[in-house]
């Protein structure tokens, strides 16, 4: 089981930046891939990045939606168990809660299910940001 605990949130002026954090308990954080998502009032959790396990050569992927694509950077501390969201060019419509999520299950194909809320089997409680116009 896989304990995840956000912090980092906070309000900020629109062209602001806030760096989310995600630690994660246990000793086999290195072997699944994370996931940050988002949750606005009245809408869908929406996919905003997500990490691959270290491949060989030390290699990661990363992905984002293109509406935080080249803002919001995601990037893991496999010593520190921990992954981040640095987001930077903040806009009103970023606003939601963040929720960081971990994808354990051994059938976890990055390209495939790097975007899908369902693939993720562990979640975070949830970190509140709040950009200001």
């Known amino acids: 089981q896989v304990h995840l605990v956000e912090s980092g949130g906070g309000l900020v002026q629109a062209g602001g930046s806030l760096r989310l954090s995600c630690e994660a308990s246990g000793d086999t954080f290195s072997s699944y891939p994370m996931g940050w998502f988002r949750q606005a009032p009245g809408q869908e959790r929406e996919f905003v990045g997500a990490?691959?396990?270290?491949?060989?050569?030390?290699?990661?992927?990363?992905d984002y939606p293109g509406s935080v694509k080249g803002r919001f950077t995601i990037s893991r501390d496999n010593a520190q168990n921990m992954v981040y969201l640095q987001m930077n060019s903040l806009k009103p419509e970023d606003t939601a809660v963040y929720y960081c999520a971990a994808a354990t299950k051994g059938n976890f194909i990055f390209q495939d299910d790097r975007a899908r809320a369902e693939s993720y089997d562990y979640w975070g409680q949830g970190t509140q940001v709040t950009v200001a116009a």
């Open positions: 990490i691959s396990r270290i491949l060989q050569g030390r290699i990661t992927q990363v």
